[in-house]
């Protein structure tokens, strides 16, 4: 055939030809331009001096951290350093997730609470939050509230078990002794047995229509069961509270003021965002689905949370780990405050001090990259299985 | 004439009666406090809890921003004085600072310019019902960032003075990064949002991987990535600016972003018009030039002003490299210690967050306007 038309046939004008053209020419710009760079790095390194391996990694580190999850002091290695700083980051982005989204799910319900002053009161707060920046925000919380607060002395205090002042946030430190597991022990039995009943119950109420107090079973097994265990092993568990001494405070759980304002930054900022997701998920349920429940003779509640969140949530969860993602990413504001996050002592002392910029920022990078990409895996997976199914 | 029904009545009222009002309790002011202020008691503890702390927050609050406040003063004696009111005198005092950095006094009228004519032609291009608003966007586009760099840092020969980047500072840097943020990022982002529903796989794989790995980072690490290793990557002996960095690490961040939303326009475009344009006999470019991208960037204007209200934000972020923004220039000011005092932090920091919630939450009210429109143009 293409000898009977060789006019249109050139394979010039084939765009299976042209596109492997195009895209043959784009790789080797490419791989040019990459090859260039890398010349261009390795002269440059060797020029001032930078090392190239990652022999940094086992070196010591040499500066001291005044937060850290792991043993760790200035005789340690730039690699440990690298951990302390890893298990900050996560550190904040955990508890900052575990704060934000119920403070978002309370401000969204609040926003479509059908109490006039109340959806309003929510929405100064979801503007004022989303329309200024968060390194204002912080600087803010940091600044001119942590630091201008009293000293350890005259600190603010709620009823001696928490206290407040410059030095950070004094929460009550549990103290375990022996016997403790078993206390524990009888939690997470305690757990399993209401997760037991609450099974054992939809089973029989899906055979014969029959109700069981769930709540109340699984309330009395879960405070119930560590209770009794508490006092069985001769009251195990107690707990140290922050009491003056000198000039500073001695005892209890410090929350540095650094972790203090960036958690509390971190988690009103993204529970704007957070609310205004839910406010939107539980919007886009029709009303008829609700309408329809309470017809059926469902409570309001029981409307809510058989029928309406349910299907919110399938709207609701793929923005929410972004949001969730988001604070993990944030955190890394914590350089502005002093915080002792992975950018604060990786990517700036750990580079400042060996000069290993590529290594240093391709390790930082690849941390976040992997936080990021496992989220969304995970996320792909929950909305395969919870996807509207064809009809 | 009397109907059939009625014939055999004693009484047809042939005028109808008074309108009467409708019943206190459905209608007026009245109803409406029963409905959205007290409709249950739960409904009923809330208002009255949101009402007194209003009455035990708000007067104080305002006191301290307009009655208590010190309007003016030469120095912070006044103000460490009055330290239940805030510091007006204080942003007063540094207000040029704040807008202009250390550029030189007598070359601010350049930043000025800049400003008026970007105002001017950004209103044109966004404002709907304006004619030949793509003739602004060209404007805006092309010509303006080249205007703006030469009247900003000055030409040789033609009597603007260079002003090196040492000294830029305040409110204009702000202005400056989010606007060069926008104007690269949107071609770069189209450009990426095509390559990523491109047939070629080559091309397809290549802006995947960019966009995941920038939407995977914090900026933070871009930042400091352009900032430690974009000067490694040039040849030996090139020494750029030290705003270039900052600013392509900003370009390419919010290109990432911005490839996501003009994604999510092309793939809300019916497939017809795409194979309406392939019957046309139009090729790849000019079918996406001149039927693809219309449409499908029409489509996200609200979602780009959205991405451009968190890149306005994120500006505030480039201090960690050495830019003097806004907020930056805000925290020099406070290490003045003739102005030291209680109150300057929060006067600051106050007046800080007017300053980007007034820019942010209106373009945010822009955003659901054009929104609103897109709705009706929909239903109609």
């Given at each position: 055939m293409a000898a009977q038309q060789p006019s249109r046939s050139s394979l010039a004008?084939?765009?299976?030809?042209?596109?492997?053209?195009?895209?043959?020419?784009?790789?080797?710009?490419?791989?040019?331009?990459?090859?260039?760079?890398?010349?261009?790095?390795?002269?440059?390194m060797q020029a001032r001096g930078i090392p190239m391996g990652f022999g940094f990694w086992d070196e010591t580190a040499g500066f001291n951290?005044?937060?850290?999850?792991?043993?760790?002091?200035?005789?340690?290695?730039?690699?440990?350093?690298?951990?302390?700083?890893?298990?900050?980051?996560?550190?904040?982005?955990?508890?900052?997730?575990?704060?934000?989204?119920?403070?978002?799910?309370?401000?969204?319900?609040?926003?479509?609470?059908?109490?006039?002053?109340?959806?309003?009161?929510?929405?100064?707060?979801?503007?004022?939050?989303?329309?200024?920046?968060?390194?204002?925000?912080?600087?803010?919380?940091?600044?001119?509230?942590?630091?201008?607060?009293?000293?350890?002395?005259?600190?603010?205090?709620?009823?001696?078990?928490?206290?407040?002042?410059?030095?950070?946030?004094?929460?009550?430190?549990?103290?375990?002794?022996?016997?403790?597991?078993?206390?524990?022990?009888?939690?997470?039995?305690?757990?399993?047995?209401?997760?037991?009943?609450?099974?054992?119950?939809?089973?029989?109420?899906?055979?014969?229509?029959?109700?069981?107090?769930?709540?109340?079973?699984?309330?009395?097994?879960?405070?119930?069961?560590?209770?009794?265990?508490?006092?069985?092993?001769?009251?195990?568990?107690?707990?140290?509270?922050?009491?003056?001494?000198?000039?500073?405070?001695?005892?209890g759980l410090q929350l540095y003021p650094e972790f203090a304002a960036l958690t509390f930054g971190l988690v009103t900022y993204t529970a704007g965002f957070i609310a205004e997701i839910v406010r939107a998920g539980v919007l886009s349920v029709p009303k008829g689905q609700?309408?329809?429940?309470?017809?059926?003779?469902?409570?309001?509640?029981?409307?809510?949370?058989?029928?309406?969140?349910?299907?919110?949530?399938?709207?609701?969860?793929?923005?929410?780990?972004?949001?969730?993602?988001?604070?993990?990413?944030?955190?890394?504001?914590?350089?502005?405050?002093?915080?002792?996050?992975?950018?604060?002592?990786?990517?700036?002392?750990?580079?400042?001090?060996?000069?290993?910029?590529?290594?240093?920022?391709?390790?930082?990078?690849?941390?976040?990259?992997?936080?990021?990409?496992?989220?969304?895996?995970?996320?792909?997976?929950?909305?395969?299985?919870?996807?509207?199914?064809?009809? | 004439m009397p109907t059939p029904a009625t014939a055999g009545a004693a009484y047809v009222r042939r005028a109808s009666g008074p309108i009467l009002p409708p019943p206190l309790l459905s209608r007026g002011a009245i109803a409406w406090t029963r409905a959205n202020l007290f409709s249950s008691p739960l409904s009923c503890a809330i208002t009255l809890a949101l009402v007194a702390f209003g009455l035990w927050a708000l007067p104080p609050l305002i006191a301290w921003a307009t009655t208590r406040a010190v309007w003016s003063a030469p120095d912070g004696a006044l103000c460490r004085a009055h330290q239940d009111g805030a510091c007006w005198a204080f942003i007063a005092h540094k207000l040029d600072y704040l807008r202009y950095g250390s550029y030189p006094i007598a070359e601010r009228w350049r930043v000025n310019a800049v400003e008026i004519v970007g105002a001017a032609l950004i209103g044109w291009m966004l404002w709907p019902g304006v004619p030949r608003r793509g003739l602004g966007a060209v404007l805006f586009f092309v010509s303006f960032p080249i205007f703006a760099f030469a009247l900003l840092h000055g030409v040789e020969g033609v009597g603007l003075p260079v002003v090196d980047t040492l000294l830029w500072g305040g409110v204009f840097v702000s202005l400056a990064t989010a606007l060069v943020g926008i104007?690269?990022?949107?071609?770069?982002?189209?450009?990426?949002?095509?390559?990523?529903?491109?047939?070629?796989?080559?091309?397809?794989?290549?802006?995947?991987?960019?966009?995941?790995?920038?939407?995977?980072?914090?900026?933070?690490?871009?930042?400091?990535?352009?900032?430690?290793?974009?000067?490694?990557?040039?040849?030996?002996?090139?020494?750029?600016?030290?705003?270039?960095?900052p600013l392509v690490g900003t370009a390419l961040f919010s290109a990432a972003y911005l490839a996501e939303e003009v994604r999510g326009g092309l793939q809300s475009l019916d497939k017809g018009q795409y194979e309406g344009a392939m019957a046309l006999g139009l090729g790849y470019w000019r079918m996406t030039r001149l039927v693809v991208l219309p449409q499908a960037l029409t489509r996200v204007i609200p979602g780009i002003v959205n991405i451009f209200i968190g890149l306005f934000k994120d500006t505030t972020l480039v201090a960690i490299v050495a830019m003097v923004d806004f907020l930056a220039a805000m925290d020099n000011a406070f290490k003045d210690t003739t102005w030291g005092g209680p109150t300057i932090l929060p006067t600051g920091y106050f007046f800080a967050a007017l300053f980007y919630f007034v820019f942010c939450y209106g373009m945010s009210r822009y955003s659901a306007a054009m929104e609103r429109r897109r709705a009706v143009g929909r239903a109609g």
């Open positions: 004008n084939d765009p299976r030809v042209r596109g492997i053209f195009y895209q043959v020419l784009l790789a080797a710009a490419l791989v040019a331009l990459v090859a260039m760079g890398w010349r261009n790095v390795v002269a440059n951290i005044n937060q850290s999850l792991i043993d760790y002091s200035a005789l340690s290695t730039y690699g440990r350093a690298f951990w302390v700083g890893l298990l900050n980051t996560l550190l904040v982005g955990a508890i900052g997730i575990a704060l934000a989204t119920p403070l978002g799910f309370a401000v969204g319900v609040a926003r479509l609470s059908p109490n006039w002053i109340l959806s309003k009161v929510a929405l100064v707060y979801v503007e004022l939050m989303r329309n200024t920046p968060l390194l204002l925000q912080l600087a803010f919380w940091y600044n001119a509230v942590l630091k201008t607060l009293p000293g350890p002395r005259q600190s603010l205090s709620l009823g001696g078990v928490v206290l407040l002042n410059n030095r950070g946030l004094f929460l009550p430190r549990p103290l375990f002794g022996a016997g403790s597991l078993v206390v524990v022990a009888a939690l997470a039995l305690a757990l399993l047995g209401a997760l037991a009943f609450r099974w054992w119950a939809r089973r029989r109420q899906a055979l014969s229509g029959e109700r069981a107090p769930v709540a109340l079973v699984a309330l009395l097994l879960v405070v119930g069961l560590p209770t009794l265990a508490y006092f069985a092993a001769g009251e195990p568990i107690g707990f140290s509270f922050a009491r003056p001494s000198g000039f500073n405070l001695s005892g609700s309408e329809a429940a309470m017809a059926l003779g469902l409570h309001r509640s029981q409307t809510m949370k058989l029928v309406v969140v349910p299907q919110a949530l399938r709207l609701i969860v793929p923005p929410l780990t972004s949001q969730y993602l988001n604070i993990v990413k944030n955190s890394s504001l914590a350089v502005f405050i002093g915080y002792p996050d992975l950018v604060l002592i990786f990517a700036g002392t750990v580079l400042n001090q060996t000069h290993a910029a590529v290594q240093v920022m391709a390790i930082t990078m690849a941390v976040y990259l992997a936080i990021s990409l496992s989220v969304s895996f995970a996320l792909n997976w929950f909305n395969a299985r919870d996807a509207l199914k064809g009809r | 104007v690269f990022s949107l071609p770069l982002g189209v450009l990426l949002a095509l390559g990523r529903r491109s047939g070629l796989p080559i091309v397809r794989a290549m802006s995947v991987v960019f966009i995941e790995f920038v939407r995977g980072v914090p900026f933070i690490t871009v930042l400091y990535m352009a900032n430690n290793m974009l000067p490694l990557f040039l040849p030996p002996g090139w020494v750029p600016d030290r705003f270039i960095p």
